[in-house]
Nanobody, 120 residues
Framework: QVQLVESGGGLVQAGGSLRLSCAAS????????MGWYRQAPGKQRELVAE???????NYADSVKGRFTISRDNAKNTVYLQMNSLKPADTAVYYC??????WGGGPYVYWGQGTQVTVSS
């Protein structure tokens, strides 16, 4: 059994900041990728940022220079620091993890999502 617990979403004014956290726990042997996706109403889910096990990162063009993804390997936790938020960033943010468990893998697991709302 694996669990992803997300936190940090909320309501913020344009130009403000939020920090999302996603903590993984359970039968995890190794984590290959952790990342954040988002889905706005009426739109497809899209990649926001991801961090690979070796430390390399990928960002959507729309968030480059404003968002920073980081990871605490000891805590199996990934963070998304979001600065200079815009109303267009409003969405449900989902944590995604690709991992190998004690029972095999790799598997992909999603968190339950956390709402981020940016008011103009």
């Amino acid at each position: 059994q694996v669990q992803l617990v997300e936190s940090g979403g909320g309501l913020v004014q344009a130009g403000g900041s939020l920090r999302l956290s996603c903590a993984a726990s359970g039968s995890i042997l190794s984590i290959h990728v952790m990342g954040w996706y988002r889905q706005a109403p009426g739109k497809q889910r899209e990649l926001v940022a991801e961090i690979i096990s070796g430390g390399s990162t990928n960002y959507a063009d729309s968030v480059k220079g404003r968002f920073t993804i980081s990871r605490d390997n000891a805590k199996n936790t990934v963070y998304l620091q979001m600065n200079s938020l815009k109303p267009a960033d409003t969405a449900v943010y989902y944590c995604k993890m690709k991992y190998t468990g004690w029972g095999g893998g790799p598997y992909v697991y999603w968190g339950q999502g956390t709402q981020v709302t940016v008011s103009s």
